[in-house]
């Protein structure tokens, strides 16, 4: 992808002991450069790179993640602490609350004992049409 004047090195910025780029070296339109190259880039090579670049970054990042593990367990282990004890397990998961309990139903329709209603909430309509033709709902007891 480099033309045979570019090299991976002339397009690579400063880096630091620890592999990352130097703030103060970096040029101010770092950010805005572009290797001449992929200007030529159409649609599914530009795809093909960002998944290439995207694969590459991830395991840069596995490889940091284990470099500073090592890094941090040995200066822990120099010290005498213990790494696990200072940093913990991990995050604490959050307790799952059980759903609540459905409540027991309070009153039954007369004539269909599949109707219940426990009294909370809006009166359903079986309700409402007993209460307005006078019969009651039976109560059930608690």
Same mark, same amino acid.
């Given at each position: 992808? /480099?033309?045979?004047?570019?090299?991976?090195?002339?397009?690579?910025?400063?880096?630091?002991?620890?592999?990352?780029?130097?703030?103060?070296? /970096?040029?101010?339109? *770092? %950010?805005?450069?572009?290797?001449?190259? %992929?200007?030529?880039?159409?649609?599914?090579?530009?795809?093909?790179?960002?998944?290439?670049?995207?694969?590459?970054?991830? &395991?840069?990042?596995? &490889?940091?993640?284990?470099?500073?593990?090592?890094?941090?367990?040995?200066?822990?282990?120099?010290?005498? %602490?213990?790494?696990?004890?200072?940093?913990?397990?991990?995050?604490?998961?959050?307790?799952?609350?059980?759903?609540?309990?459905?409540?027991?139903?309070?009153?039954?329709?007369?004539?269909?004992?599949?109707?219940?209603?426990?009294?909370?909430?809006?009166?359903?309509?079986? *309700?409402?049409?007993?209460?307005?033709?006078?019969? &009651?709902?039976?109560? /059930?007891?608690?």
């Amino acid at each position: 992808m /480099l033309d045979r004047n570019d090299t991976a090195e002339s397009q690579t910025a400063p880096v630091t002991s620890t592999g990352t780029p130097a703030r103060d070296d /970096l040029p101010r339109d *770092y %950010l805005t450069m572009t290797i001449p190259a %992929l200007r030529d880039l159409r649609g599914p090579e530009i795809t093909a790179l960002i998944e290439a670049a995207t694969k590459q970054l991830a &395991a840069w990042n596995e &490889a940091e993640k284990k470099r500073l593990t090592e890094k941090w367990i040995s200066e822990a282990t120099r010290s005498g %602490l213990d790494l696990a004890a200072i940093v913990g397990t991990g995050r604490a998961r959050p307790v799952r609350k059980s759903p609540a309990a459905a409540a027991k139903p309070a009153m039954r329709h007369p004539d269909d004992p599949s109707l219940t209603w426990n009294g909370t909430g809006r009166q359903p309509t079986w *309700y409402k049409d007993l209460v307005d033709s006078g019969r &009651a709902p039976v109560r /059930l007891k608690s």
